[in-house]
């Protein structure tokens, strides 16, 4: 299994898209970083790696670049993340507009999947 993923992340505040960056530990997915530089208007990383397991968010994670958010979410519309701060119950997507009750786990203390 890769060790290394990259996923595309949505800031809710600030509307722009960055490259989250997560490490396999060998139990789950670890949210590391978030770029702090927004990809170019429309862009977006190619491809899309299968990450199944667990997901969370590593110890030292600074948080959403754009706005400080703790932690994440995985928009069921579009399927990409988006910053999340813990305890929040809406989400709207910055990237599909998609609005939804938080909900569920990704099987994870901290990451939430939205349906
Ligand atoms: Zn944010
Ligand atoms: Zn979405």
């Known amino acids: 299994m890769a060790e290394s993923a990259w996923l595309n992340f949505h800031c809710e505040t600030d509307k722009r898209t960055r490259v989250a960056a997560f490490q396999h530990t060998g139990k789950e997915w670890q949210l590391t970083e978030v770029s702090a530089e ?3 208007e429309g862009g977006a990383i190619p491809g899309r790696v299968a990450m199944n397991g667990q997901f969370g968010v590593a110890r030292g994670y600074a948080g959403c670049p754009g706005c400080g958010a703790g932690s994440y979410v995985h928009c069921g519309g579009c399927g990409e993340l988006g910053c999340w701060r813990p305890g929040a119950k809406h989400y709207t997507c910055a990237n599909c ?12 203390a901290d990451a939430m999947d939205v349906a």
């Open 97 to 108: 507009g998609n609005r939804s009750r938080v909900a569920g786990r990704m099987s994870s």
């Open 38 to 40: 927004p990809l170019p």
